[in-house]
């Protein structure tokens, strides 16, 4: 039986959450690579000393809770700091995902997405069988994230153009599912035939 890698990405507030939703549905492994930092932050020793090495011993507490705010101060607006975190942690982050990758692919999931927002940049789409991106207007995704995270319109507005527009995603991944609609439903209606042509293509 043939195990499909989907790699998805796509900007804040677009929709990816939804989609997830879709493939889980349909029996895929979901590998959510934030998640996946979180629990590296806790469980991963190595990963612990090779940050602290870097960026001091402060990034953690006394009880040895990771302080991600602190790690923040630290590499914002510090271009040389940010690639030197983004090349700890994406490291630890491949070798998670391919344990994960294995372990899906032993219990015979018919596949396993890749949620990530650096799906691109970190290389872990080079993994993937097929790329897919969720993307939505700036000004709908501002909405979408002010309902979702209590937050005014400038800070949301600040998180949406932090972030690369949809042009990029569009680009570098093979298919694109658009999600301007006030409607979810449609959204999983275009995810599930979208995933139905990959799988069986």
Known sequence: ???????????????????????EGMGAAVLDCDAIYHDLTVSSQPMREELQGRFGLDIYDAQGVFLRKKLGE?????????????????????????????????????????????????????????????????????????????????????RVEAQKPEEFFETHCQYTLHNDGDDPSLLRQQAVALFDHILHR
């Open 74 to 158: 630290k590499v914002f607006g510090d271009a040389k700091a940010l690639e030197d975190l983004n090349a700890i942690t994406h490291r630890y982050i491949q070798l998670e995902i391919q344990r994960r990758l294995d372990q899906a692919q032993a219990e015979g999931k018919p596949m396993a997405v890749v949620d990530a927002i650096a799906l691109i940049e970190s290389g872990v789409a080079e993994r993937c069988h097929v790329t897919v991106a969720v993307v939505a207007r700036p000004e709908t995704r501002i909405g979408r994230i002010m309902a979702r995270d209590g937050i005014d319109e400038a800070y949301a507005r600040k």
């Open 1 to 23: 039986m043939s195990f499909t890698i989907i790699g998805l990405t796509g900007p804040t507030g677009a929709g990816k959450t939804t989609v997830l939703r879709v493939l």
